[in-house]
């Protein structure tokens, strides 16, 4: 009778930390997903987790955002049957020292580092995640304003 006890107070503990662990997926799954906010100048500012969600029209889109020293910013974009993606960052300072450092794939491969400018092959359909970043061997950390530019071709 105890060893049944026992057997079914450890199964249930079981089930709860799975059940806790879920959750907190969840919750951090909804926090990477929140909607990115426009501030009163126009920028498209990331979420929490530094995303910025990335709209595109016939596989073109372009976003104005921030950055502050030392941080990641996340572009995120559905491939929709595109192919190939060309990438630009630009920004109204000469001296930004910003990069695409790496592209995430919706299977969890990575590729990079880039520079300002990006040409990849999209291996598959999905939701995509660029991170732009300071180029750690070109320069001090920067903070500022800049432009993402994102074309999909077939």
Not at 39 to 62: A, F, H, R, W, Y
Not at 94 to 121: C, H, K, V, W
Not at 125 to 134: K, V
Request: charged letters at 20%; glycine letters at 8%; hydrophobic letters at 40%.
């Amino acid at each position: 009778m105890k060893k049944l006890i026992i057997a079914f107070l450890s199964a249930g503990f079981i089930f709860l930390s799975c059940k806790m662990d879920n959750n907190t997926t969840a919750r951090q799954s909804m926090a990477d997903f929140s909607p990115a906010v426009t501030d009163q100048e126009g920028l498209v500012l990331p979420n929490d987790s530094g995303i910025v969600k990335i709209n595109l029209t016939e596989g073109k889109g372009n976003i104005l955002t921030r950055k502050e020293r030392d941080q990641t910013i996340y572009v995120e974009f559905m491939s929709d049957g595109y192919k190939n993606i060309f990438a630009r960052l630009s920004s109204p300072d000469s001296l930004a020292n910003i990069r695409f450092s790496q592209i995430f794939m919706p299977d969890g491969t990575m590729d990079g580092p880039f520079g300002i400018n990006m040409e990849y092959q999209l291996p598959m359909n999905g939701r995509y995640r660029i991170s732009i970043h300071e180029n750690m061997m070109a320069g001090d950390p920067w903070s500022g304003v800049f432009d993402v530019n994102i074309e999909l071709t077939e």
